[in-house]
C-alpha cells in the first residue's frame, strides 16, 4: 500500500521540518 509509505514519510518530513526549525 502506497498510502501507508505517504503517512510515513509525511511524518518523518515534519520531524525533520520540526528539529530544523
Partial sequence: ???LD???R???L???L???D
Fill in 6 to 8: 505517504l503517512k510515513v
Fill in 14 to 16: 515534519t520531524k525533520l
Fill in 18 to 20: 520540526s528539529e530544523i
Fill in 1 to 3: 500500500m502506497r498510502i
Fill in 10 to 12: 509525511s511524518h518523518v
